[in-house]
């Protein structure tokens, strides 16, 4: 499942923006922001994947007394034949010791993000298919579709991901 | 600045260094930002001991925050109208990224001026770890 509303903070996008290295002011300063091109805070290209945390159910996010497969008093809390078939998906070491990465993503947009706004998701489960890979075995790759739509409907950001899974751990 | 059409011409590059010795630290503060947890970021020991990677890996969503960094910079804010790509090899702590964007077309469409790029980020050893395109509005 994914978020079903995404409220943009102005917070949230100078959190963002500081962890992909950009301090552009407009991603911060509303008076700066005010007398550029943009006339205010927008979020930078790549902020709905910030999204996740909306999703109530992420398999990505610690969650209060559910195991989690991260190290604590032993290397995982939870091991990887116990995990459940979105956890699997979502993350690596399987029990196989395969590995699930984010292949390719691709966005559209339609217009800028801004604070105090509230976006509408829809997701959807676009194809699927499978190739040999050279180092991994067979690679089955998964893609899923999200609208970001805004107060009117209209459509804000379309978001394509392609999701990889591997049947053996994958290095260069 | 936006780009201008008229300054641009196709075959025309631009490559910034988006980070230098990327740092775990900065892999836990995108986790944090992007709210994805995965242990094979942010978890080395769970990286190593039971998955069996080398260390922690960057998520390929901040190898494509910081190339998007690179190309707000060069076309303005607030003017891709597409972006995307694939994530073509893993980025390592200690790894320093460039990303340069190819102009490969400048055309006018549903009246608006465009500009596709080919963008291209490649680590210290001059492999190409996101590869894609990106489209933007010029004035």
Known sequence: ?172 | MPLNASSLRVGARHSAEVVNNLTRSQIVQYAGASGDFNPLHTDEVYATQVAGYPSVFAHGMLTMGMTGRMLTDYVGDGRLTHFGGRFTAQVWPGDTLTATATATAIETRDGVVVADFEVETCNQDGVTVFYGSATARLD
């Open chain 1, 1 to 172: 499942m994914t978020a079903s509303k995404f409220p943009i903070e102005a917070g949230f996008i100078m959190t963002f923006a500081r962890a992909i290295g950009d301090y552009n002011p407009v991603y911060r300063d509303e008076d700066q922001a005010r007398n550029s091109e943009v006339a205010g805070i927008i979020a930078p290209p790549t902020f709905v994947q910030a999204s996740a945390h909306y999703d109530p159910d992420y398999p990505l996010r610690p969650q209060p007394g559910v195991p989690w497969f991260g190290s604590g008093a032993t290397p995982t809390g939870r091991p990887p034949e116990t995990q459940t078939g979105a956890t699997r998906l979502a993350v690596g070491g399987e029990a196989n010791g395969g590995t699930s990465l984010h292949a390719e993503q691709h966005y559209e947009y339609r217009r800028p993000i801004r604070p105090g706004e509230v976006l509408t998701l829809a997701a959807h489960a676009g194809k699927t298919w499978e190739k040999q890979g050279r180092r991994g075995g067979v690679l089955r790759f998964e893609e899923t579709v999200i609208e970001y739509r805004g107060a009117d409907g209209e459509l804000v950001v379309i978001a394509r991901a392609v999701g990889v899974r591997t049947e053996q751990t994958v290095r260069d």
